[in-house]
């Protein structure tokens, strides 16, 4: 993460009239077939290695394919949206047959309950696009050196923590 974000970053901040820049994608709208292939595959990899985030193998695979952090990290969201449907459906699902684990915890859904739910969807919906305009605007300012940080200090404190309680 950190190392592929260092080698954009200096075209990054150069902005799109750069001569030489290795970015040649900085809208997701004009990345190619070949780039979105790519970054599928590299997403299938990442199912492959535990503890390696989708998202973020999403993101360093477009950015290696010459895409922007911006049109990569949007590319990554978008992504993520019919997984999150499906999943929220299924669950919903489950809970309405009632026949399995029951996720929401309701056995009956009544006027009230839809009520809830929608109240609850609307207000995820907008925390969710706050969230990721913040972090979109976050990420265009900084890249993503604090992520690749905190995850190399958690990683560490992780394996501190495994190793007391194994030995």
Known sequence: MWII??????????????????????????????????????????????????????????????????????FSFFLSIPTM????????????????????????MDAHGWTVLAIGFVVSFIVAYASVAWFMAYVRKHGFVPFAVYRIIVGIAVLVWVAK???
């Open 5 to 74: 974000d260092a080698m954009n970053a200096k075209w990054e901040t150069a902005g799109q009239a750069a001569p030489g820049s290795r970015i040649r994608v900085w809208r997701m709208e004009d990345m190619n077939l070949g780039q979105a292939i790519w970054i599928g595959a590299c997403q299938i990899l990442s199912a492959v290695f535990p503890g390696t985030s989708r998202s973020m193998s999403t993101i360093g695979a477009g950015q290696l394919a010459g895409m922007s952090r911006a049109s990569a990290l949007e």
């Open 85 to 108: 449907v499906v999943a929220t459906c299924y669950d919903l699902l489950k809970s309405l047959v009632g026949k399995s684990e029951n996720p929401i915890g309701v056995a009956q």
């Open 165 to 167: 309680l194994g030995g």
